[in-house]
C-alpha cells in the first residue's frame, strides 16, 4: 500500500509559480509511473502531467505544456510539479498518484492510490 501526501498548493497571481510535491510513504515508488491530475469545482478530474518510473519520459496536458514540468527524486520517494506562467484555468485542486497498469498515461483509471490533493488558487 502506498501512501501519498501533496504539499505546495497556495494562493498566486497570475504570471506567478508554485511548485507542488507528493510525497510517498508505505512502499518505494522508484519502480512506479507517478502522474498529477487536478479538479476545479463543479469540473471532472483531468489529467495534467505523469512521469515514468526513472522520469525518463514525460507526458504533459497541451494546456500545461511548455509551463508546468514533473520530476521525481526516488531517493526521497517524492514526486514535484513545477508551475510556471500560472494562469486562472489553473485553478484546482491538484493531486498525485500511481500509475497501476494500462496504456492510457492520461485516463485516471489507470492510477490509484490518490493524496487528499493542495489547493492551487490563481487570482487574475
Known amino acids: 500500500q502506498v501512501q501519498l501526501v501533496e504539499s505546495g498548493g497556495g494562493l498566486v497571481q497570475a504570471g506567478g509559480s508554485l511548485r507542488l510535491s507528493c510525497v510517498a510513504s508505505?512502499?518505494?515508488?522508484?519502480?512506479?509511473?507517478m502522474g498529477w491530475f487536478r479538479q476545479a469545482p463543479g469540473k471532472e478530474r483531468e489529467f495534467v502531467a505523469a512521469?515514468?518510473?526513472?522520469?525518463?519520459?514525460?507526458y504533459y496536458a497541451d494546456s500545461v505544456k511548455g509551463r508546468f514540468t514533473i520530476s521525481r527524486d526516488n531517493t526521497k520517494n517524492t514526486v514535484y510539479l513545477q508551475m510556471n506562467s500560472l494562469k486562472p484555468e489553473d485553478t484546482a485542486a491538484y493531486y498525485c498518484?500511481?500509475?497501476?497498469?494500462?496504456?492510457?498515461?492520461?485516463?485516471?483509471?489507470?492510477?490509484?492510490?490518490w493524496g487528499q490533493g493542495t489547493q492551487v488558487t490563481v487570482s487574475s
Open positions: 498518484a500511481v500509475k497501476i497498469g494500462g496504456s492510457n498515461w492520461y485516463s485516471d483509471s489507470n492510477y490509484d492510490y
Open positions: 508505505g512502499r518505494p515508488i522508484s519502480t512506479y509511473a
Open positions: 512521469t515514468t518510473w526513472s522520469g525518463g519520459t514525460t
